[in-house]
């Protein structure tokens, strides 16, 4: 399994817990009103609210609170209005590479926690291109299926468009070029049940760390997860299967 793979896996054993399901509420509503933004309140026409909704949709989240990010996104109430995306570059204390996407009304506040959390953790904050360059847009496809079912999903998937694909423990990844993920989650819809698919930012390269750094790692990355601006966080550390186990068991 890949560092990616790795980190996804984490993440969503770790995104389970009630105890953020607020949070992660608040932060899915702010992307469908950016998503809404840029393109309009029709998910038929807009790809980018339309993998909003799914994502929302994937976390349980209210069909009220949707419908009101909607409204809010189109101009029906005065929240959302401000927000930007910016993208924050940095190291982790192993020497990993992490990218920090954020919405923000407020640029001097967030790039202020963003900062503390890097540094509270023995990381870095870096400038502008110091490591987005180590990762690339993708689509990715997340499934859950016995091995069987996995391979024969894994030939659907490249006949639909996919560019590569990863068969773990019951686990299906699917990765496309971002304008084929659409395509390709449809093929697979009628298939099996999709856990997840989204635009994401995928290593080129992984940077192996030992369980050391790994645990300070992790704990850098949960910190930046927390921050109310943060939408997502990337990393190309691949992390021992030991540590990995230990926290999504």
Same mark, same amino acid.
């Given at each position: ?5 790795k ?33 309009s ?22 069909? #009220?609170?949707?419908?009101? *990010? =909607?409204?809010? @996104? ?9 927000l930007e /995306? !910016?993208?924050?570059e940095g ?8 990218l920090?996407?954020?919405l ?9 926690e ?18 987005g ?18 391979? #024969?999903?894994?030939?659907l *998937? =490249?006949?639909? @468009? ?10 299906? /990844? !699917? ?27 995928v ?9 050391r ?5 992790l ?25 990995? *186990?230990?926290?999504? @068991?």
């Amino acid at each position: 399994m890949s560092g990616h793979s790795k980190w996804s896996q984490i993440k969503r054993q770790k995104g389970a817990a009630d105890t953020k399901r607020g949070m992660r509420f608040t932060k899915l509503a702010r992307e469908i009103i950016v998503a809404v933004r840029q393109g309009s309140a029709d998910p038929e026409s807009n790809a980018r609210l339309r993998l909003a909704i799914a994502r929302a949709r994937e976390e349980n989240m209210p069909l #009220d609170n949707i419908e009101r *990010a =909607i409204k809010k @996104g189109s101009g029906e109430g005065g929240e959302g209005a401000a927000l930007e /995306e !910016v993208t924050y570059e940095g190291y982790g204390p192993g020497g990993a590479a992490i990218l920090v996407q954020a919405l923000t009304d407020n640029r001097n506040r967030t790039v202020a926690e963003v900062r503390s959390a890097f540094t509270r953790h023995s990381g870095s904050l870096g400038e502008a291109g110091s490591v987005g360059w180590l990762f690339e847009g993708k689509g990715v496809i997340t499934l859950h299926v016995p091995g069987a079912t996995a391979d #024969d999903l894994a030939l659907l *998937a =490249i006949d639909a @468009g996919a560019e590569d694909v990863e068969v773990d423990d019951g686990t299906l /990844e !699917v990765r496309t070029p971002p304008e084929r993920l659409e395509q390709v989650r449809v093929a697979l819809a009628g298939q099996a049940p999709i856990a997840s698919a989204e635009l994401a930012m995928v290593p080129k390269t992984s940077v192996p760390l030992d369980e050391r750094t790994s645990m300070q790692t992790l704990r850098l990355l949960d910190h930046l997860e927390d921050l109310d601006d943060v939408q997502r966080v990337y990393c190309n550390a691949d992390f021992p299967n030991e540590v990995v *186990a230990r926290l999504a @068991g």
